[in-house]
C-alpha cells in the first residue's frame, strides 16, 4: 500500500487574507462588510451589492461575519443587525443562500463563526442549509 506524504492543515483564507482578495474587498467595502484595515463591521447593503455584476455576495457576507466573530466584535444576540441594515437586506441574502445549490459549500471558518455565535447543533455545511440560521422572526430591526 503507497501512503501520502504527510502534510499540515491549513484554515481557509477569508477575502481580505490574500492580496487578489484585498482588491476585490476594497470595491465591495463600500457596500458594508469588514474592513480589514480598520477591524470594523459596516451593515451589508446586500440588495444593493447583488446588483453589482460579478459580486460574490455570499462570500462576502460569511467572510465579513467570520472575521468580525474571529475579532470578538458580534454579539450572538443581536448578528443579524449587526450583518445586516435592514429585514429586506436579509431577505435578499436569505434567497441568495437558498439559491446557491447544494454543491456550494461554507468553509471552516464560516461554519466555526456560525457555531461560536449559539449555532451549536449547526450541521448544515451547505449554503441552502444556513439559510435557517437567519431567521427574521425573531429580529427587531428598531
Known sequence: MSTINAYIPQVTSL???TEEGERAASALIEFGGWNHVDKVLLPIQV?????MPGADVIRWVF??????AEA????AERY???VFPSADDL??????LRDAGFERWMTDRHHAALRKL????????TYP???TLFDPKDVDWA
Open 15 to 17: 477575502m481580505f487574507e
Open 91 to 96: 431577505r435578499d441574502f436569505r434567497a441568495l
Open 47 to 51: 440588495t444593493e451589492l447583488s446588483r
Open 72 to 75: 470578538g466584535r458580534l454579539d
Open 129 to 131: 442549509g444556513a439559510t
Open 80 to 82: 443579524i443587525t449587526q
Open 118 to 125: 449559539g449555532n451549536a447543533e449547526c450541521d448544515c455545511s
Open 63 to 68: 467572510d465579513s461575519l467570520s472575521a468580525a
